[in-house]
């Protein structure tokens, strides 16, 4: 008797530990919403740092960051990496999008971009990047 209810105990314990866990998820997930909602007010970004390996749901990962830049018309962030050769283009819900390979024969280029070191855009969404050595790309969509 006495060792059922220690096992009572236990189990006791670990349901409240469960519902205590539960209810800080859910309060940071409401204080990112309510950060999150602010930023749109005062055009502020929030970042926050997630450790990807961590994250099941992770589907990209980027070496070595050289650029981040805010897309002024979406609000999408982008992230460039020239050892990934890559640009990755993420929402602010923290969203994969897309991803731009800056390699050969990829969106006109006729060769890899070998050191690629900052992205920005212009009013018309044109995208320019810059690369070692004095390297300058303008790359912009084709019309439909």
């Given at each position: ?13 670990s349901?409240?530990?469960q519902?205590?866990?539960?209810q ?7 204080a ?18 997630r ?22 018309a ?10 990934s050769?890559a640009?990755?283009?993420y929402?602010?819900?923290?969203e ?16 890899d971009?070998?050191?690629a070191?900052?992205?920005t855009?212009?009013?018309k ?16 969509r084709?019309?439909?």
């Amino acid at each position: 008797a006495e060792q059922s209810r220690a096992e009572q105990s236990r189990a006791e314990q670990s349901r409240a530990e469960q519902s205590r866990a539960e209810q800080s998820r859910a309060e940071q997930s409401r204080a990112e919403q309510s950060r999150a909602e602010q930023s749109r007010h005062d055009n502020s970004v929030i970042l926050g740092v997630r450790d990807c390996y961590s994250r099941p749901d992770y589907r990209f990962y980027l070496r070595d960051l050289s650029s981040v830049e805010i897309h002024a018309a979406t609000g999408n962030m982008l992230l460039l990496s020239d050892e990934s050769g890559a640009i990755a283009e993420y929402a602010d819900t923290g969203e994969l999008l897309a991803v731009m390979l800056l390699w050969r024969g990829r969106h006109g280029l006729s060769t890899d971009v070998p050191q690629a070191e900052g992205v920005t855009f212009d009013e018309k969404s044109v995208l320019y990047l810059v690369s070692e050595p004095n390297l300058f790309y303008r790359l912009e969509r084709k019309p439909p």
